[in-house]
């Protein structure tokens, strides 16, 4: 399937999902977007799927929203009306992100600006090249921030740096997203890819069905009690317990050797 300005790859059992917008550093547009969704549709009903990689092309990841555009059609007045501004495309993608029964990891390759950002973080995991940088630009142009970014950057720097970043609007450098937690590791640009594709391709090895669980019960445990995870964690363990993936994996245990898993 063709895309516009994306590319959608799998192989071994990872979806590449790469924003390809060199030019404009992948800032969005509609169509853009609509390939996204599409594109992580794919991704998530391919039972020759179990992780999903994103990145951007280029020297960027995602610098967010089109900006010369916003400009254009503001001047234009074709962005009058707020249909025209909010696009339910933008919701839907965070949403399908977070609702992926997959693992997704970004591998953030460069800029990561406003709305770019915030797709990186309602990614499960990021990796960035050690020359990336992050930054919630909104209000640098008088907007609010979108995407998630007031759900996912509190929960993860907490809701002071979050303010900060968020009303400041400063980039940060890569380093600096290393130790408030944003980014799980720093690579250099020609090692990112490799890095992230090892990571995946190790999730991917594993069993599907006690993965895809484990995300449900984390993403789950955020707004529960523990009692709540505890319940949960005895549901998913005894669910696993019955699949074949698991008499595989206590058997390669006993045989010492690597178990193959089939996600059944």
Not at 116 to 141: H, P, Q, V, W
Not at 144 to 155: A, E, I, V
Not at 203 to 209: E, M, S, V, Y
Request: glycine share 8%; aromatic share 6%; net charge negative.
């Amino acid at each position: 399937m063709d895309f516009e300005h994306l590319i959608y790859n799998v192989d071994n059992l990872v979806a590449t999902i790469t924003l390809n917008r060199t030019e404009t550093l992948n800032a969005l547009t509609p169509a853009m977007r609509k390939s996204f969704e599409t594109a992580l549709g794919l991704a998530e009903n391919d039972d020759s799927v179990r992780v999903i990689v994103i990145t951007g092309a280029g020297k960027g990841f995602c610098s967010g929203g089109d900006v010369k555009a916003m400009n254009e059609a503001k001047k234009s007045g074709k962005s009058s009306a707020l249909e025209d501004r909010i696009d339910p495309i933008r919701d839907r993608i965070v949403l399908a992100l977070q609702d992926s029964t997959k693992p997704i990891i970004a591998a953030v390759n460069g800029a990561a600006a406003g709305a770019g950002m915030n797709i990186a973080l309602a990614c499960d995991i990021r990796i960035a090249s050690d020359t990336a940088k992050f930054g919630e630009t909104f209000a640098k142009r008088g907007l609010h921030p979108d995407w998630g970014g007031t759900y996912f950057l509190p929960r993860i720097v907490g809701m002071a740096k979050a303010c900060e970043l968020i009303w400041s609007g400063r980039m940060i450098p890569a380093n600096e997203a290393l130790q408030l937690g944003i980014v799980s590791q720093l690579e250099t640009p020609d090692a990112l890819m490799a890095t992230t594709l090892k990571m995946a391709n190790s999730f991917a090895a594993g069993p599907p069905i006690a993965i895809r669980m484990a995300k449900r019960a984390l993403y789950r445990s955020m707004d529960s009690t523990l009692r709540e995870a505890l319940e949960f964690e005895t549901y998913a363990q005894t669910t696993c317990s019955d699949t074949q993936d698991a008499k595989e994996g206590i058997a390669a245990f006993v045989e010492k050797r690597e178990p193959v898993f089939t996600g059944n």
